[in-house]
């Protein structure tokens, strides 16, 4: 069983930038990793995903071009750069973590068996 800590968030004006930090307490090459986010009032939904050993990644439309996730794996880390943040952009964002999930399946946060506690990130316009 794996353990996931976020870190990273905080109050930023648009347009700034910041890097959220996933930190694992295993390696996690098997294993697919994917920051969701939950705003206030709203449903959880998928940010980005890095399939296993960050073969490919994966992010949902509205913020491609602005957000890359990355792993860092002498760290057993995965990373979420985000650039160009909008106020629209604020949420508790979690990292998840699972080595059995499919293709088809990236998105869905019922399909991550391990979660962070979350960060939240605020973007102040």
């Known amino acids: 069983q794996v353990q996931l800590v976020e870190s990273g968030g905080g109050l930023v004006q648009a347009g700034d930038s910041l890097r959220l930090s996933c930190a694992a307490s295993?390696?996690?090459?098997?294993?697919?990793t994917a920051w969701f986010r939950q705003a206030p009032g709203k449903e959880r939904e998928f940010v980005a995903a890095s399939a296993r050993r960050g073969s490919n990644t994966y992010y949902t439309d509205s913020v491609k071009g602005r957000f890359t996730i990355a792993r860092d794996n002498a760290k057993n880390t995965v990373n979420l750069q985000m650039n160009s943040l909008k106020p629209e952009d604020t949420a508790v964002y979690y990292c998840a973590a699972d080595r059995g999930i499919i293709l088809s399946n990236y998105r869905r946060d019922s399909a991550y068996a391990y979660w962070g506690q979350g960060t939240q990130v605020t973007v102040a316009s």
């Open positions: 295993d390696a996690l090459g098997s294993y697919v």
